[in-house]
């Protein structure tokens, strides 16, 4: 009958399975042991155990092996992969964190109301940005926005606002000179124009404004992350309509 061996790892002395020894040449019958071998039969181990073989005390023992195993580290939640034989290691749970509110406790994951409330800020400061950020585009498709042009307009409307009260009289201010040479009108068809466009402007901006403070202050009031997130959408939607 042949004789088998039982062959472990060099580096970790682990146990990795049964082989057929063979016989020695110059003396038949009498098998050959391999390195990192023995005749010695390991334990029978199991789920998180691995035999491992002491070559000084020619014993084998069962140590914890967590390897492959899923786990988790009671700091933060995210996954711990192990590497070697040995215990499970200190801060780590094979219970997956439920969500980033809940914090690790003995009685396991329990929901932190701290954590809940900071979630709950940081989605209110990010709602309220993106209702600043949809007004900053609404305006945009009413008045070109780029740096400087606000104070432009701004001077032209004062230079049409004067040269109209004066009753068009002395010199023609540039700016309005300007938007008459580019309409290819005269200068008081110009200020009337300005005029004109400033209040479509102003009645404009006053919509944006009102449904950008009704949003946020709408989001504020919000007692939980639905509610705010629907503030949002709604103020979005409203905004993108106008």
């Given amino acids: 009958m042949p004789t088998i061996v039982y062959i472990y790892d060099e580096f970790t002395f682990e146990y990795l399975g049964p082989q057929e020894a063979q016989d020695s040449p110059l003396e038949p019958g009498t098998p050959l042991l391999p390195s990192f071998a023995t005749e010695i039969e390991p334990p029978a181990h199991n789920e998180r155990q691995a035999a491992v073989f002491h070559p000084d005390l020619n014993s084998w023992s069962l140590e914890p092996d967590f390897r492959g195993v899923s786990l988790f580290s009671t700091a933060d939640g995210k996954p711990v992969i192990v590497t070697v034989i040995g215990p499970q290691p200190a801060g780590t749970t094979t219970q997956p964190r439920p969500?980033?509110?809940?914090?690790?406790?003995?009685?396991?994951?329990?929901?932190?109301?701290?954590?809940?409330?900071?979630?709950?800020?940081?989605?209110?400061?990010?709602?309220?940005?993106?209702?600043?950020?949809?007004?900053?585009?609404?305006?945009?498709?009413?008045?070109?926005?780029?740096?400087?042009?606000?104070?432009?307009?701004?001077?032209?409307?004062?230079?049409?606002?004067?040269?109209?009260?004066?009753?068009?009289?002395?010199?023609?201010?540039?700016?309005?000179?300007?938007?008459?040479?580019?309409?290819?009108?005269?200068?008081?068809?110009?200020?009337?124009?300005?005029?004109?466009?400033?209040?479509?402007?102003?009645?404009?901006?006053?919509?944006?404004?009102?449904?950008?403070?009704?949003?946020?202050?709408?989001?504020?009031?919000?007692?939980?992350?639905?509610?705010?997130?629907?503030?949002?959408?709604?103020?979005?939607?409203?905004?993108?309509?106008?």
């Fill in 99 to 242: 969500s980033t509110d809940h914090v690790w406790s003995a009685d396991g994951w329990v929901i932190s109301e701290e954590a809940v409330q900071r979630r709950i800020a940081a989605l209110r400061t990010s709602c309220l940005s993106e209702i600043d950020a949809e007004a900053g585009r609404t305006r945009g498709k009413h008045i070109t926005v780029s740096p400087g042009q606000d104070g432009v307009y701004q001077l032209k409307l004062e230079q049409a606002t004067q040269f109209s009260d004066s009753g068009y009289q002395g010199t023609v201010p540039e700016l309005v000179q300007a938007e008459a040479d580019a309409m290819g009108d005269n200068a008081a068809a110009a200020c009337m124009r300005i005029q004109g466009k400033a209040g479509e402007w102003a009645s404009k901006a006053a919509q944006i404004e009102l449904v950008r403070r009704r949003g946020k202050i709408a989001v504020s009031a919000a007692a939980d992350a639905s509610a705010i997130e629907l503030a949002r959408d709604e103020a979005v939607a409203a905004l993108k309509a106008l």
